[in-house]
């Protein structure tokens, strides 16, 4: 068990997608830079036409509504009172342990970085497990996990976490679950629950559909939280553009049909990829591979000095993680460079 007090709650935490960074540490690297360390879908959705008007005139509230009501269809939330947007998941994991007072808080660890120093800056004894606990025994304030989580892909099922949530309400206490990964895995989502007491959902846009630039996150929960985050939160919380794509988005079934079944068929590759050049995958979801190199090799600079940028570890060395080249070529790059070790 590790206390997050202890670390430096105002450290910058690791995160992928720096190549200002990757340049710095590798100059001789082929240019450009082939971006694997983010674990979002390479295959964006396609944007639609931005009227001129979205990009001067503030967003007007019934397009929040709009983007808000697309949001409850596609997650399965039963009323879209049940939810508030806002510029990106960061924003509601940094602001949401200032809506209770401080408590004990257990993370289930190793997961997502940016969670368990947020609950400490807000003054919570915060606590990284291993484990879940039981319903029936002693249980903190806040419960919180990655579900699939990242970086390994751990799954914890939605009748185990339901049950916790239940426990966790009847002391007043919350269960927050981040289901960034969940647009891939529908079936472990909590949404149809949302409105129970105490449970709380972190969703995230921009990964599953590509566009992390567009910042863009949810927070499900009873509709006296929700409404106690917009207020935290204040006016004009999504930009125009965003609140357009978005609802769009959310609304293409097809879409997001084929792109699951584009995701689970690179998801085979890539896994029957490594498997092939000797290189173990021990975990990850449809959009990366959370892989352990070689003995004796250093995996993570043998591709970064081919051009290829992926998400290191320094608290578990030897592990990486890496998402899907965008094109065959890539691919095809990635394969050869995987083989030669």
């Known amino acids: 068990m590790v206390s997050a007090n202890s670390m430096e709650a105002g450290a910058a935490q690791p995160h992928g997608g720096d190549l200002a960074a990757a340049s710095a540490l590798f100059p001789q690297a082929p240019r450009p830079w082939i971006d694997l360390s983010t674990g979002i879908n390479p295959w964006p959705y396609p944007l639609p036409d931005i009227p001129a008007s979205a990009w001067a005139r503030l967003p007007e509230p019934a397009q929040e509504r709009a983007l808000c009501a697309a949001a409850a269809t596609a997650y399965g939330v039963a009323d879209p009172a049940l939810l508030v947007a806002a510029p990106g998941s960061q924003i509601l994991i940094q602001t949401l342990p200032f809506l209770r007072a401080p408590g004990h808080v257990q993370v289930l660890a190793p997961t997502y970085g940016e969670h368990a120093p947020a609950w400490a800056r807000a003054g919570h004894r915060v606590e990284q497990v291993a484990g879940l606990p039981s319903p029936d025994g002693p249980l903190p304030d806040v419960l919180l996990l990655v579900n699939p989580n990242n970086p390994d892909g751990r799954i914890v099922p939605p009748a185990s976490l339901l049950a916790l949530a239940d426990a966790l309400a009847a002391r007043g206490g919350w269960l927050v679950v981040d289901e960034a990964f969940c647009d891939l895995m529908q079936e472990l989502s909590l949404a149809p629950g949302i409105g129970r007491p105490g449970l709380l959902v972190l969703r995230s ?30 006016p004009w919380r999504v930009a125009g553009p965003a609140l357009l794509v978005a609802s769009q988005a ?16 690179a998801h085979q590759s890539l896994k029957t990829a490594l498997t092939e050049a000797g290189i173990e995958p021990v975990g990850g979801t449809a959009l990366f ?33 890496l998402g899907h080249p965008p094109d065959a070529h890539s691919f095809g790059r990635l394969c050869q460079i995987l083989r030669s070790y």
């Not at 567009?214 to 929700?226: D, I």
């Not at 090799?297 to 592990?319: I, M, N, S």
């Open 289 to 321: 591979q959370l892989v352990r190199s070689p003995d004796g090799v250093d995996l993570f600079t043998a591709l970064a000095q081919a051009g290829f940028w992926t998400r290191r570890f320094p608290d578990r060395p030897g592990l990486i993680r």
């Open 205 to 234: 846009f921009g990964k599953f559909y590509g566009l992390a630039g567009l910042r863009l996150g949810f927070l499900l929960g009873p509709e006296s939280l929700v409404a106690a985050m917009a207020d935290r939160l204040g």
């Open 250 to 265: 959310l609304a293409d079934i097809d879409w997001q049909t084929a792109t699951r079944a584009r995701l689970a068929s």
